[in-house]
């Protein structure tokens, strides 16, 4: 997740996070974002009224495009989503904006019955929903939870 070699921390654009948020070289002119304090994410290639934000929502759900954000130069931000089949999902969670909050499920190894299903066909884990938690605006928390060391 974190390339030590072509990335920094900044203050976060969005949020105002301090030193909280990882600034990712794409190429000589653009970076990504990712802010370990709200959790969004965005790109100096995301730009309001540069970027076809339409095409992009199309299949993201209704709760990450009620939480589209714009920054002061113009970059779209939305809620990052972290899965990593290892380890588990981070992601946003509720009904709509007022409710919505940061939660997290674990992954735990397939058995071998499992194995034998063909929805688990190429994958060596599922979720355990006996894991999933919330952890409201709390976005390093929940990335905790499913064993992402920073």
């Known amino acids: 997740m974190i390339s030590p070699n072509n990335d920094n921390l900044i203050d976060c654009p969005l949020c105002g996070e ?58 779209v931000w939305y809620p990052s989503v972290v899965n990593i089949q290892e380890k588990g999902t981070v992601f946003m969670n509720g009904t709509s904006k007022d409710d919505a909050r940061w939660s997290a499920i674990r992954n735990v190894e397939l058995t071998e019955e499992d194995k034998q299903k063909p929805i688990f066909k190429g994958k060596t884990h599922k979720s355990d929903s006996s894991s999933l938690k919330d952890f409201g605006n709390d976005y390093l928390s929940a990335l905790e939870h499913i064993g992402v060391a920073l």
């Open 18 to 75: 301090k030193a909280g948020c990882y600034s990712i070289k794409i190429n000589e002119t653009k970076n990504s974002y990712l802010c370990l304090g709200c959790g969004h994410q965005s790109s100096d290639l995301m730009k309001e009224g540069e970027y076809d934000v339409e095409s992009y929502e199309m299949e993201m759900p209704e709760l990450y495009k009620d939480m589209k954000k714009v920054d002061s130069e113009g970059r």
